[in-house]
């Protein structure tokens, strides 16, 4: 999903779970941020202090670039969560072998895994990182949704071929775009073999998949289905009870988070969040008028009010002023739980599922 959703899409649902305002912002930044969080090591301060940080994105996300991408520590529990081909710990896709592990690492539409980092972010509520990590988990959850079909690693059955539209004819427009845009040398990494289109809320489209079967996706289903189960994962963790019985999204809000997914066409994900953001401002949604804004790096950014720095990207040598606030900061809070986030999959909930990776 683009900035529309993780940003401005998750705010709204946010705060239609009955999250306030000033928590619904951190939660939909940390959200928005899991793409913008390209930078990593160690952060050197005045004072002799020091913090270490991952990254969650590789810069501009960019499929053909797959020496940067290649790292499951970041494609894996950050964007293509594994989903066990939808089976519970303890059982195994029928694959054996190397392919059996490729349909275990396929992600999957709110899959058992997927429930169980959802499971830890509402029972972590009590964390000082608890919101950011929330607003973590939310990312990589709707996005099992949006990347279903495709895996974080480079493999054949990442490949796609036989584009159709919505209306079930060749994408002409969109095959020819692949011809001259370089994947990889052998086959794509996560959903690189049809570009944007799982981003795309709008998009109805499908495509011959890396072993031949047909698929047909239709995104404004996809996220609408989406966004109700990340409604009751906030409604949840208010609760902090990750099994009560709560609802999803209500009209007449779901009806027009609908209709914006079908209606908001602009291939620019920058566009068509400035547009939800429009839709804030004016007060279409039932909680009322409200100015949201996000600023990734620079001046007004999680980061700028953290390190005192503009820069978009750190040089090994920076060093940065250390003040007592710094400790308390958005950005290091969400550093921190980002860090938890990667550990808690990869190295506890994955292995449930019998997936060894990075």
Request: hydrophobic residues 40%; aromatic residues 10%.
């Amino acid at each position: 999903m683009d900035i529309d959703a993780h940003h401005a899409g998750t705010y709204v649902v946010a705060r239609l779970a009955g999250i306030s305002h000033r928590d619904a912002e951190v939660i939909a930044y940390a959200s928005q941020y899991v793409d913008d969080a390209t930078n990593e090591g160690v952060i050197r301060f005045d004072n002799g202090a020091m913090y270490r940080r991952i990254c969650s994105a590789h810069k501009m996300l960019d499929y053909r670039n797959t020496e940067s991408l290649a790292s499951a520590r970041v494609w894996v529990p950050f964007h293509f969560l594994p989903g066990n081909g939808g089976l519970p710990a303890g059982q195994d896709p029928p694959s054996s072998g190397s392919q059996g592990l490729i349909e275990k690492m396929i992600c999957r539409a709110d899959s058992p895994v997927a429930q169980d980092m959802v499971r830890d972010a509402i029972l972590a509520h009590d964390s000082p990182y608890a919101l950011h990590r929330l607003g973590i988990t939310a990312h990589v959850y709707v996005d099992t949704w949006a990347h279903q079909g495709f895996s974080g690693t480079n493999h054949e059955w990442n490949r796609a071929s036989d584009l159709i539209g919505a209306d079930g004819s060749p994408d002409v427009s969109m095959m020819s775009r692949l011809k001259g845009f370089f994947i990889s040398s052998s086959w794509p990494l996560g959903h690189g073999a049809v570009l944007g289109h799982p981003d795309r809320p709008y998009l109805i489209w499908g495509y011959v998949n890396g072993r031949g079967e047909k698929v047909l996706r239709h995104n404004p289903q996809d996220y609408l289905a989406a966004f109700d189960a990340m409604c009751r994962m906030f409604r949840r963790f208010l609760l902090r009870s990750p099994d009560a019985d709560v609802p999803g999204l209500q009209d007449p809000d779901r009806t027009l988070i609908a209709a914006l997914f079908r209606t908001l066409t602009d291939p620019s994900g920058e566009v068509r969040h400035k547009q939800w953001l429009d839709a804030l401002s004016q007060g279409h949604f039932s909680f009322g008028k409200v100015n949201l804004t996000y600023q990734a790096k620079g001046e007004g950014s999680w980061k700028h009010h953290a390190l005192k720095t503009v820069k978009e990207v750190d040089d090994e040598d920076d060093v940065f002023p250390f003040h007592p606030d710094f400790v308390r900061s958005n950005w290091k809070r969400f550093h921190d739980a980002l860090l938890r986030h990667q550990f808690h999959v990869v190295h506890e909930i994955l292995p449930r599922y019998g997936i060894c990776t990075a």
